[in-house]
């Protein structure tokens, strides 16, 4: 018996949720009279986000619900997505300190206005750099300490061929 591999679909980098980040999120079915609910976000990208909610009531596999949330660093946005995972009963570790339970909902932004896309785009790709410059996961302290040691030697090393080439004193 032969496997079939799932076709690939890109993913658009993802931008994780921080303390100081606004993570309500309010979702409701597509329906006008549909009651909204509460949930918190976990992380968010481009194309759409992952949330965690608490209880038996959350959206289905495909189902189309309406979002409301706060682009991290700018305003709030609302706008029409499709569930395109539902993970329930999942443990996962929030701020790097406690662990939760509940289920967990991805899905996918429908039809953004162009003017949500790229101000998605601006905040996301600011604060993805951000992260990257500020936080490595990989590194230990004496590894971030090498790295700014040898930083700071690279940059010593430039302002003193600055001075030799220019005669600056």
């Given amino acids: 018996m032969v496997a079939t591999a799932r076709p690939y679909i890109p993913r658009a980098p993802r931008y994780v949720i921080?303390?100081?980040?606004?993570s309500l999120l309010r979702f409701k079915d597509a329906a006008p009279n549909g009651e909204a609910?509460?949930?918190t976000i976990l992380d968010l990208s481009e194309s759409g986000l992952l949330f965690t909610i608490?209880?038996?009531d959350h959206p289905e596999l495909q189902e189309t619900i309406k979002v409301e949330f706060t682009i991290p660093?700018?305003?709030q946005m609302a706008c029409f997505a499709t569930v395109t995972r539902v993970e329930t009963d999942v443990e996962w570790e929030l701020d790097g300190k406690q662990t939760s339970t509940g289920v967990r909902i991805a899905v996918?932004?429908?039809d953004l206005p162009p003017a949500f896309r790229h101000t998605l785009h601006a905040s996301l790709s600011t604060r993805t750099l951000k992260d990257r410059i500020l936080t490595?996961?990989?590194s230990s302290g004496r590894q971030k300490q090498m790295r700014l040691l040898r930083l700071a030697l690279a940059l010593a090393g430039l302002i003193s061929a600055f001075v030799l080439m220019t005669g600056f004193h």
Avoid at 18 to 22: E, G, S, T, V, Y
């Fill in 108 to 110: 996918r932004f429908l």
């Fill in 136 to 138: 490595t996961d990989t």
């Fill in 37 to 39: 609910s509460s949930a």
């Fill in 18 to 22: 921080r303390p100081h980040d606004k």
């Fill in 73 to 75: 660093g700018r305003s």
């Fill in 54 to 56: 608490q209880g038996p």
